[in-house]
Nanobody, 117 residues
Framework: QVQLVESGGGLVQPGGSLRLSCAVSRSIFSIYTMGWYRQAPGKQRELVATATSGGSTNYADSVKGRFTISRDNAKNTVYLQMNSLKPEDTAVYYC???????????WGQGTQVTVSS
């Protein structure tokens, strides 16, 4: 089965940066649209960003201009570069893989991002 493992979360001060990584194994990476989602306490899980194999990206309005999603197809890895972090970005961040031909979905275990002074 497809496996996703996130890394890179942690504690950072407002205005700081973090880079999340998601390594995907047991898959043909190019047939998946990759995404990052997050869930803050008391809130629904929300889309942060997506990236297709062909390079198209989409972002939530709340992170546009601050976050960048990218993928290295040769390494089967997707990244989320997070700059100018705000306390409102505090959440558990989840990596998602959506298979193109049948939209089967796979999720990572999540990584905690905490933005605090």
């Amino acid at each position: 089965q497809v496996q996703l493992v996130e890394s890179g979360g942690g504690l950072v001060q407002p205005g700081g940066s973090l880079r999340l990584s998601c390594a995907v194994s047991r898959s043909i990476f190019s047939i998946y649209t990759m995404g990052w989602y997050r869930q803050a306490p008391g809130k629904q899980r929300e889309l942060v960003a997506t990236a297709t194999s062909g390079g198209s990206t989409n972002y939530a309005d709340s992170v546009k201009g601050r976050f960048t999603i990218s993928r290295d197809n040769a390494k089967n890895t997707v990244y989320l570069q997070m700059n100018s972090l705000k306390p409102e970005d505090t959440a558990v961040y989840y990596c998602n893989a959506d298979r193109l031909y049948d939209h089967a979905n796979y999720w990572g275990q999540g990584t905690q991002v905490t933005v605090s002074s």
